[in-house]
């Protein structure tokens, strides 16, 4: 029984072309002679002509992309952003950042030179002579005002945003 399977197996590469040049040449050899082998190769060879015509490969239904189409649209996508992003790891490294710039910027006062020889580049400046009610007046005021709504306005809107998407959730 085993030796049939093992001839079988060796016609089946024979047939399918997937045996090296010796065994093709033994395999016929024994093909040609063998009793056996004859009759084995033959129900083979009928099987593998047979096999392209009673076979039909399997196409998809016609509606299958469309079926997959709607199946991947009833799924909920989890928004990615609030589940990956840790806000307090962000406010760390922005005071990190904040505290490298201080430090650059405290260091570069400390080692700048203040020569008398040498220009200003700043007049100095006098407080006491600034005279702020030229800048405050009744367009400076207006303005004030107008910005200070329209950023109460955006405030606002995003303030709604949040509980309606709050609330959708």
């Keep these: 029984m085993e ?5 079988e197996r060796q016609i089946w590469e024979f047939i ?4 090296n040049e010796t065994d093709k040449v ?3 050899t ?3 002679t063998d009793a056996v082998w004859i009759q084995l190769y033959n129900e083979l060879a009928i099987l593998h002509s047979m096999i392209p015509e009673h076979l039909e490969t ?3 239904s016609m509606r299958f992309t469309q079926n997959v189409m709607e199946a991947v649209a009833t799924t909920q996508i989890a928004p990615a952003t609030k589940k990956y992003i840790n806000k307090s790891i962000i406010r760390g490294i922005a005071a990190i950042f904040m505290i490298m710039l201080t430090a650059i910027f405290g260091y570069a006062l400390a080692t700048a030179h203040n020569d008398t020889n040498s220009t200003n580049l700043l007049p100095k400046l006098n407080l ?3 005279n702020f009610n030229r800048f405050i007046n009744s367009n400076t005021m207006m303005l ?3 910005v200070n709504i329209v950023i109460g306005l955006v405030f606002f809107d995003t303030m709604l ?3 309606r998407t709050q609330q959708t959730h």
């Design 3 to 7: 030796q049939n399977e093992e001839i």
């Design 16 to 19: 399918d072309g997937t045996c």
């Design 26 to 28: 033994r395999i016929s």
């Design 30 to 32: 024994l093909v040609a």
């Design 58 to 60: 399997e196409q998809p």
């Design 128 to 130: 006491n002579n600034l």
């Design 144 to 146: 004030f005002i107008a």
């Design 161 to 163: 945003r949040r509980k």
